[in-house]
């Protein structure tokens, strides 16, 4: 079966960095498309970035732009989120995602905390 495992969150001051993974298993990893989303307390879940199949094409939402960098690595299965500058408003909850054949996939999300 399709399963995301995330890891590499945590605690990290203001203007720090982490490298959030995903390794994914039970498809063909390579053919799809891998998205990294957010949900902060009290808000909605929010696309962070997405990365094409062939990870030549990458979208970035604004917040995050010019910091975070995804990228993918198709022969270990495994996307990643590096993240730069980090702010406060960037704590949430980070979950991997895709979608086979309409159907969308989570992983169970890692925790990010901002703070000093």
């Known amino acids: 079966q399709v399963q995301l495992v995330e890891s590499g969150g945590g605690l990290v001051q203001p203007g720090g960095s982490l490298r959030l993974s995903c390794a994914a298993s039970g498809f063909t990893f390579s053919n799809y498309a891998m998205s990294w989303f957010r949900q902060a307390p009290g808000k909605e879940r929010e696309l962070v970035a997405n990365i094409s199949a062939t990870g030549i094409k990458r979208n970035y939402a604004d917040s995050v732009k010019g910091r975070f960098t995804i990228s993918r690595d198709n022969a270990k299965n495994t996307v990643y989120l590096q993240m730069s500058r980090l702010k406060p408003e960037d704590t949430a909850v980070y979950y991997c995602?895709?979608?086979?054949?309409?159907?969308?996939?989570w992983g169970q999300g890692t925790q990010v905390t901002v703070s000093s």
């Open positions: 995602n895709t979608n086979l054949r309409l159907v969308g996939y």
